[in-house]
């Protein structure tokens, strides 16, 4: 009878502790934010003062945002650059990105504008792969009334991450911004950041979970794409 008694406690004891990991294993089933870790973004003193530093949980580092614009009678066009520094746990990873969007007018009227593009390339503790792009996304009619439409990838050690447009919280309108991202791998939502508040608010997957670098590098690539929309 003890041995029996000894065994169901161990029994209870073994899936009391698995079920953490259950939880935190289940895909569309449980809600993308509640699998994973909410951070706001916190400031950080940078290397200079146009090297802004940055914190999101264990992620730490700087970005370095340009603007530029080309203004022309008929046609104009917006330039974004982006210069990041993200420590990891596997080191640092540094990101160069750029691209922007063109847009023909007459008398000061919009009536064409060129498919927006923006790119990232990785070095450091990147992986060799490592890759990143951005561009329009058509989406329902609903999402685009909600905000513009965005779609793209990240290629991290032969796994490609898919992310797009999606308000994620606060109000339910942009007024014409992009709100946020979600960020899915293999169809499964596995993170995001919103931009939809007085600071971005990012959903990192769970502390070792093979996603999380991936993810907290691709969310911090989004954010700092000055998005022509949200000037």
Do not use: K
């Not at 730490?60 to 008929?74: F, H, I, K, M």
């Not at 990891?88 to 060129?114: K, Y």
């Amino acid at each position: 009878m003890r041995r029996l008694t000894f065994a169901c406690v161990l029994m209870i004891l073994t899936v009391a502790v698995a079920a953490p990991f259950v939880a935190s294993a289940q895909d569309e089933a449980v809600p993308m934010r509640d699998r994973t870790e909410r951070i706001g973004l916190a400031g950080r003193r940078g290397p200079s003062l146009f090297r802004p530093g940055f914190a999101v949980g264990e992620y730490t580092g700087w970005a370095s945002l340009r603007d530029n614009e080309v203004r022309l009678p008929w046609q104009s066009r917006d330039f974004t650059s982006a210069e990041l520094s993200i420590m990891t746990p596997a080191g640092e990873v540094t990101a160069s990105c750029g691209g922007g969007q063109g847009h023909r007018n007459i008398l000061g009227i919009t009536f064409d504008r060129d498919p927006i593009s923006y790119d990232c390339d990785y070095a450091g503790a990147a992986p060799a792969d490592a890759a990143m792009g951005l561009a329009l996304a058509r989406g329902s009619i609903l999402r685009r009334l909600q905000q513009p439409q965005r779609a793209g990838f990240l290629t991290w050690n032969d796994v490609e991450y898919r992310t797009e447009t999606r308000r994620i919280g606060g109000l339910p309108f942009g007024g014409g911004a992009v709100m946020g991202y979600v960020i899915s791998r293999d169809g499964v939502e596995v993170g995001g950041v919103d931009l939809n508040g007085m600071r971005p608010t990012f959903y990192l997957p769970p502390e070792g979970s093979p996603d999380r670098d991936a993810v907290a590098v691709l969310a911090l690539s989004l954010w700092a794409f000055r998005d022509p929309a949200n000037r």
